[in-house]
């Protein structure tokens, strides 16, 4: 177990095209004379003499002999945070370790070694080995027992930390995904593709129990309408454990060889940003500003900025208002970073049929989930006028045309199809600009 408080440790790195660890640099945790947090992050010298060295963050964490350091987010950088568990994973270590008051460094330290991208942790100078076990689809009914257990738990008590869970079971939680993000219950498991051949790692996302539809079917309903709407999706499907669906989505960062897995870096769009997750930071979280980003960073930025705008569409044409900046990434598997393929695609139901607003600034005016506003900025996204209106006209005529039958498909029910259907093409989208076609 690993001693709380930790305020130091090492950064490793899978490079592209190994599946081995090295060594990248050192990260600090301390605090400035006012008392905030500070991080310091400084490459190792034999890291930096590596012909085939690549950068934590091209652009904040370049390679460079100098002391990194930052007083934001509680002195993380980014790409360490990426790299930390959110709120689904926090919550399982601090029942784990038994404690509220672990420093940034204990989470990074506590949490489990499949965690997006190609970073890992720890205290020893040498990286450790790279894991070779992972859960698998058998295992699912278990965890998901132990997922509610530790849901329910924390729906009965105020208490941060009841005492119910016992010191067995704390052990067992460790087996729960604790690194990747996100704050829905859900674990990393091994399984064969659906095309056959070696097994892939996998994200499963369960369904909670106090879920008001079937999350997983709907959540595989909307990558699949991704896809048919010309997006480039994560791909999933669902398995059954104990008599409940879990949506397993194929991990992007993650590639199987010979040796074992290779590891794509990774960077939240909440990174490329330079943008946290409290209020004053929303600010910054726009898809426009995120264009730019990723017309400088990427190997392909047309497509890249095509693919961005076709998303941002369909989110609008979803209501997935929760389209936050970390459910968009970049990965790099060798050296040049594109955008991630789509994932956590929700739809939602909001009361107002005439304004609703994605989590992201679409255009001039604002968050609004509205045709004429995502037109607004199309230059940014590298598209003419006419070839964003032809995007919107088809998108909007595709969703609605095909959200039931996709749905239904996917094994959503009738009366899930029904929760959700205010979700499609809401009236709003259309105030200001009728359709051309
Ligand atoms: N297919 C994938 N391959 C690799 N990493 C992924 C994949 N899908 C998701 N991730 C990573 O895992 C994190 C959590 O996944 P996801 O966003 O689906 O979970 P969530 O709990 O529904 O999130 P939220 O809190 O936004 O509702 C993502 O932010 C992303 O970093
Ligand atoms: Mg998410």
Not at 43 to 70: C, F, H, M, N
Not at 152 to 174: D, R, T
Not at 315 to 333: F, K, Q
Not at 358 to 371: E, F, H, K, Q
Request: glycine share 8%; aromatic share 8%.
């Amino acid at each position: 177990m690993i001693s709380k408080g930790a305020r130091e440790c090492f950064v490793y790195i899978a490079l592209p095209g190994q599946v081995e660890l090295v060594t990248a640099a050192r990260f600090m945790l301390g605090t400035d004379r006012a008392g905030n947090a500070r991080g310091e992050l400084v490459y190792g010298r034999s890291y930096l003499s590596r012909p085939d060295a690549v950068p934590i963050d091209p652009v904040e964490l370049k390679l460079a002999p100098v002391t990194y350091q930052t007083l934001n987010m509680k002195g993380m950088f980014g790409a360490l945070r990426d790299a930390s568990p959110d709120y689904w994973g926090r919550r399982v270590i601090e029942r784990h370790s038994g404690s509220g008051e672990l420093t940034e460094v204990d989470y990074l330290l506590y949490s489990s070694d499949d965690r997006a991208g190609a970073l890992a942790f720890g205290l020893n100078r040498e990286p450790p080995a790279p894991r070779r076990h992972f859960n698998q689809t058998i295992d699912l009914a278990h965890l998901q027992d132990l997922a509610d257990r530790l849901i329910a738990q924390e729906n009965a008590s105020e208490q941060p930390l009841p005492a119910v869970i016992q010191s067995e079971q704390v052990q067992e939680l460790m087996l729960l995904g604790t690194a990747m993000g996100g704050a829905r219950p859900k674990v990393v498991v091994e399984d064969s593709p659906p095309e056959g051949g070696p097994p892939v790692l996998w994200l499963a996302k369960f369904n909670r129990t106090d879920d008001r539809f079937n999350h997983a079917r709907v959540e595989h309903a909307m990558l699949r309408l991704a896809s048919e709407c010309g997006l480039h999706a994560a791909e999933s499907r669902i398995v059954q454990a104990g008599h409940r669906d879990v949506l397993l989505v194929r991990r992007f960062d993650r590639a199987l060889t010979g040796a074992g897995y290779r590891r794509a870096r990774m960077l939240s769009a909440l990174t490329l940003l330079r943008s946290g997750d409290t209020h004053q930071d929303r600010d910054r979280w726009s898809y426009v500003i995120l264009v730019e980003e990723l017309r400088r960073l990427s190997g392909d930025s047309r497509a890249d900025a095509h693919e961005l705008f076709r998303r941002m569409l369909f989110n609008a044409l979803i209501s997935n208002t929760d389209d936050h900046p970390r459910n968009h990434a970049v990965i790099a598997m060798d050296t040049a970073f594109r955008l991630a393929p789509a994932y956590d695609l929700t739809p939602f139901t909001p009361v107002s049929i005439e304004r609703r607003d994605l989590a992201m600034s679409s255009g001039d005016r604002g968050r609004y989930a509205n045709a004429d506003n995502l037109l607004s900025q199309c230059a940014r996204f590298l598209l003419t006028r006419a070839e964003a209106r032809a995007l919107i006209d088809t998108m909007e005529a595709q969703v609605r045309a095909r959200w039931y039958a996709t749905a239904r498909a996917a094994g959503v029910s009738e009366g899930d199809c029904e929760h959700i259907a205010g979700a499609f093409a809401y009236a709003g989208f259309r105030f200001g600009t009728p359709a051309t076609s």
